[in-house]
């Protein structure tokens, strides 16, 4: 069993940033994958980035450039920097850990991009 908390949503103008962490209730580096996915009003879940165990990571094509994950493995924590943001990265963000066949998400936070 793994749960995680996300934190760091808001409100942002064009082009600015925000910091997305993803706190684990045990130690991520027995997480086999560690993600951030999204979901705008009336669209499927999409994934935008996620690392592994080993510092691998992989992301959706219309964040590559912008937004950077990373992970803490002292605190646990999983962040998703997010910079130059759009209107259309406005979504809920929700963080994910996979632990074999096993999905575990949290509750989501809110990213806002609007002027």
């Known amino acids: 069993q793994v749960q995680v908390v996300e934190s760091g949503g808001g409100l942002v103008q064009p082009g600015g940033s925000l910091r997305l962490s993803c706190a684990a209730s045990?130690?991520?580096?027995?997480?086999?994958?560690m993600g951030w996915y999204r979901q705008a009003p009336g669209k499927q879940r999409e994934l935008v980035a996620r690392?592994?165990?080993?510092?691998?990571?992989n992301y959706a094509d219309s964040v590559k450039g912008r937004f950077t994950i990373s992970r803490d493995n002292a605190k646990n924590t999983v962040y998703l920097q997010m910079n130059s943001l759009k209107p259309e990265d406005t979504a809920v963000y929700y963080c994910n850990a996979r632990v074999v066949v096993n999905s575990y998400w949290g509750q989501g936070t809110q990213v806002t991009v609007s002027s």
């Open positions: 690392i592994t165990t080993s510092g691998s990571t």
């Open positions: 045990r130690s991520i580096s027995e997480i086999d994958f």
